[in-house]
């Protein structure tokens, strides 16, 4: 495993990072103690960058990694809270959750615009002020928006930028592929951390996941890539793969056995852009919101590639 500096904050981490939102209840639901056990599977072959938020509701399944491997890992996380109060009291409890005194990179979670920037400033004032006390290591944002990134490129306040990329563009809302690079090299070359997230499109890329690593791992302007997992068997394939190892058919025989499903997320506005792509009419409007047939569909992901609010994926 490779290991590199996250920009200007001196925090060292693996190019693999695990996104732990497939563990908690809001995808695969697993118990605190497997969660656990997949996260020390992952720390035991090199990896030691974890990424989470506090919307994951995955604390319990980190805070028992951590005890349960003896490393000192590197933990990300992040909060929707855009007041002062309102920041600290999602720092505490994640410190709390956690059992950590320090948390190493604290993130405003899922910012749209500079806009919304200026919204969460306070709460960036509270993470600024940790920072200060030794609270937090680094400060940061996560986004799906190429506006973002080149916003937060050039404030000195932001150590970490945590963007959607992937070679595709599948969730990036305004821009291509190519314009989010270019932000994230701007970024890159400001000295800010940058660790990518969704490069297999929340799933939607699982069907050509070697071209799409192969892509996420041709950017030179990456420290990390967060990839989320949820079994040993796609643990071992993404390590190997992050060392630049190949894969065994066996081992991706394994993978491809195992169950998946395609994943609406709360949030869908109900545009029908995916009723309207789907050739496999699995998909249908109910209520407002898009609901799947799980008969009908194929798992293709080309729903996925038309939602402007990333809300497919496949799980």
């Given amino acids: 495993m490779q290991y590199t500096n996250l920009g200007k904050t001196g925090i060292k981490v693996s190019r693999l990072c695990f996104g732990t939102l497939t563990l908690g209840p809001l995808q695969a639901n697993f118990s605190a103690e497997k ?76 910012q749209e615009s500079r806009l919304t920037l200026k919204g969460h400033r306070e709460a960036l004032e509270y993470l600024i002020d940790a920072k200060e006390k030794g609270i937090i290591r680094a400060t940061g944002v996560s986004t799906h928006t190429v506006e973002v990134v080149l916003a937060a490129a050039g404030m000195d306040e932001i150590d970490v930028i945590h963007p959607i990329v ?46 799409a690593f192969k892509f996420i791992l041709g950017l030179p302007y990456l420290h990390s890539v967060a990839v989320g997992m949820k079994s040993e068997h796609e643990i071992v394939a993404n390590i190997l793969t992050f060392e630049g190892k190949d894969v065994p058919e066996e081992l991706e ?17 109900g545009c029908g852009r995916c009723v309207e792509k789907c050739g496999f009419n699995a998909l249908s409007l109910e209520e407002g919101r898009a609901v799947v047939n799980s008969e009908r569909c194929t798992l293709c992901g080309y729903c996925g590639g038309v939602c402007p609010e990333f809300c497919i994926k496949i799980v």
């Fill in 35 to 110: 969660g656990a056990d997949l996260i020390c599977k992952a720390v035991d072959l090199g990896v030691n960058f974890l990424d989470t938020a506090e919307f994951y509701q995955n604390y319990p399944h980190i805070c028992l990694a951590i005890k349960k491997s003896g490393r000192d890992l590197v933990v990300a996380t992040k909060s929707y809270a855009y007041t002062y109060q309102g920041m600290r009291e999602s720092v505490e409890k994640a410190r709390k959750a956690l059992d950590r005194d320090v948390i190493d990179i604290f993130m405003l979670h899922e």
């Fill in 166 to 211: 992937n070679y595709k563009g599948i969730g990036i809302k305004d821009g291509t592929v190519n314009d989010m690079i270019e932000a994230i090299k701007k970024a890159y070359e400001n000295g800010k951390g940058i660790y990518g997230m969704k490069c297999l499109g929340g799933g939607n890329l699982v069907g050509v996941k070697k071209e």
């Fill in 253 to 269: 025989r394994l993978i491809s056995s195992e169950k998946r499903r395609l994943l609406i997320e709360d949030w869908c506005e």
